[in-house]
T-cell receptor
Framework: AQRVTQPEKLLSVFKGAPVELKCNYS??????LFWYVQYSRQRLQLLLR??SRESIKGFTADLNKGETSFHLKKPFAQEEDSAMYYC???????????FGTGTKLQVIP | NAGVTQTPKFQVLKTGQSMTLQCAQD?????MSWYRQDPGMGLRLIHY???????DQGEVPNGYNVSRSTTEDFPLRLLSAAPSQTSVYFC??????????????FGEGSRLTVL
């Protein structure tokens, strides 16, 4: 069974400080990992996906298969980054997508 | 494009009542899914579908039924509502949930309260 763990329910950082949102997964095959974000009063939306190795809004995430992790990082937090962040795993193809419990990021001015 | 549309946005039910949450998408997506969002538990998959006529169970399917008669619609049915089903429900669709095009598009959510 696939599982996604986000150990922090709430992460508070000051503006300009680095951010790291943790995500660990459990899956026996080759997973595809995603980060989704939900800003206040907006729909849940894709932030980035590991397969693209992209940087979106200054965020990056590297898949570490040895540690089964996919942590989300940003060097300098901005107030507009305050939101709920969900890590998600897809087992490939048209398979189910499993989400973690989410981490609320609060950026303090 | 309207994207993913869910109705109703809010609903209050009494224990034992039945209802259907509607979900429609106009993006010709094959993949559709239903999640419930509860405090501290994140998003949990209820059911999903990879195309018309094909559905499968997710993590928490008990108490819910789905069908997929068309590509556009994926209704979620509660046959006999229970207080434990009080939650916010999200419908999501995707051209493909994986790969370089992997992206789920979410509806605005439906807040259900069961008394």
């Amino acid at each position: 069974a696939q599982r996604v763990t986000q150990p922090e329910k709430l992460l508070s950082v000051f503006k300009g400080a680095p951010v790291e949102l943790k995500c660990n997964y459990s899956y026996s095959g080759s997973p595809e990992l995603f980060w989704y974000v939900q800003y206040s009063r907006q729909r849940l939306q894709l932030l980035l996906r590991h397969i693209s190795r992209e940087s979106i809004k200054g965020f990056t995430a590297d898949l570490n298969k040895g540690e089964t992790s996919f942590h989300l990082k940003k060097p300098f937090a901005q107030e507009e980054d305050s939101a709920m962040y969900y890590c998600a795993l897809c087992s490939g193809g048209y398979q189910k997508v499993t989400f973690g419990t989410g981490t609320k990021l609060q950026v303090i001015p | 494009n309207a994207g993913v549309t869910q109705t109703p946005k809010f609903q209050v039910l009494k224990t034992g009542q039945s209802m259907t949450l509607q979900c429609a998408q106009d993006m010709n997506h094959e993949y559709m899914s239903w999640y419930r969002q509860d405090p501290g538990m994140g998003l949990r998959l209820i059911h999903y579908s990879v195309g018309a006529g094909i559905t499968d169970q997710g993590e928490v399917p008990n108490g819910y039924n789905v069908s997929r008669s068309t590509t556009e619609d994926f209704p979620l049915r509660l046959l006999s509502a229970a207080p434990s089903q009080t939650s916010v429900y999200f419908c999501a669709s995707s051209y493909s949930p994986s790969g370089n095009t992997g992206e789920l598009f979410f509806g605005e959510g439906s807040r259900l309260t069961v008394l």
